[in-house]
């Protein structure tokens, strides 16, 4: 297995539990929280998703 691929794999988990937090924090209305969790879902989920795809694309 690729470490770029797990790379990718921690990127994505990231992003979940990033996904999380924007759910928790629209429940308690904390929006300095909320505006965090959202750029870190977006940053990371869109690292992950490219990074996946790279290492796919590369073992074709």
């Given at each position: 297995m690729s470490p770029h691929i797990?790379?990718?794999?921690?990127?994505?988990?990231v992003a979940i539990v990033a996904i999380v937090s924007v759910i928790r924090q629209l429940k308690y209305r904390n929006f300095l929280a909320l505006g965090f969790s959202v750029l870190t879902a977006?940053?990371?989920?869109?690292?992950?998703?490219?990074?996946?795809?790279s290492v796919l694309k590369d073992s074709l």
């Open positions: 797990v790379l990718g794999i921690i990127f994505l988990v977006l940053a990371f989920g869109f690292f992950s998703i490219s990074t996946i795809i």
